[in-house]
């Protein structure tokens, strides 16, 4: 079966500007997750999707960090506007209701 | 791509040896634990779990072994091989819950021909 697909793969950005991250998870998957992945740390959780209702957005920077799944399948994240910070690799993943989580590729995003 | 575990600790065997990567996690009320696998520049690959009913469980050429009343964890590899060159994460979290995955800092795990 195919995996979470991720794109972009790689993305450059100055600071202030905005960028988006698309995913779409495993075909059947309700449960969509995205996280945050800073360089030599874990993974962080930044929110849970259950269809297209959110289920934990608590580490979620609402200020600049917006995320939708508007057909409860895809979903979107986006940045406006970055800072140095934001640098990390942006993660998606998908499961069957709470089960295993299965992980994309990821996004890295560099910001300058 | 770029190493994710490039200020990560670091564990050295050589190629046939077995390799234990241990983790500590953080919340007693934890009852199901799963250790992931990256590779540079992919996802986190799910390799094995337990739950908290369990004090050890078997796959193939990896072994996890839980003690509750130390919050500890470890992550047992038989024959290590190349492939087996990744950053390792334990992961927990509480079960009937929303599945929210509390990730550990990571070991990179370097095999050594």
């Known amino acids: 079966e195919a995996g979470v697909a991720q794109s972009p793969r790689y993305k450059i950005i100055e600071k202030r500007q905005s960028v988006a991250f698309w995913c779409n998870p495993i075909s059947g998957h309700a449960t969509l997750y995205w996280y945050q992945q800073i360089l030599g740390q874990g993974p962080k959780l930044l929110i849970q999707?259950?269809?297209?209702?959110?289920?934990?957005d608590s580490q979620l920077p609402k200020d600049r960090f917006s995320a939708e799944r508007l057909k409860g399948v895809d979903s979107t994240l986006k940045i406006q506007p970055a800072k140095l910070e934001d640098s990390a690799v942006y993660l998606c993943?998908?499961?069957?209701?709470?089960?295993?989580?299965?992980f994309g590729p990821g996004t890295r995003l560099t910001v300058l | 791509g770029e190493s994710v575990g490039l200020h990560l600790p670091t564990l050295s065997v050589q190629e046939g040896d077995n390799s234990i990567i241990n983790c500590a996690y953080s919340?007693?009320?934890?009852?199901?634990f799963i250790w992931y696998k990256q590779e540079s520049g992919k996802g986190p690959q799910f390799i094995i779990d337990?739950?908290?009913?369990?004090d050890k469980r078997q796959g193939q050429r990896v072994t996890v072994l839980l003690n509750k009343t130390v919050k500890h964890l470890s992550l047992q590899i038989a024959a290590t091989q190349p492939g087996d060159s990744a950053v390792y994460f334990c992961?927990?979290?509480?079960?009937?819950?929303?599945?929210?995955?509390?990730f550990g800092a990571g070991t990179r795990l370097a095999v050594h021909p």
């Open positions: 919340n007693s009320a934890s009852d199901y």
């Open positions: 999707f259950q269809n297209n209702g959110v289920v934990d």
């Open positions: 337990i739950r908290s009913n369990m």
């Open positions: 992961a927990e979290t509480i079960s009937g819950g929303y599945n929210k995955l509390i």
């Open positions: 993943a998908s499961s069957f209701g709470t089960n295993t989580q299965y």
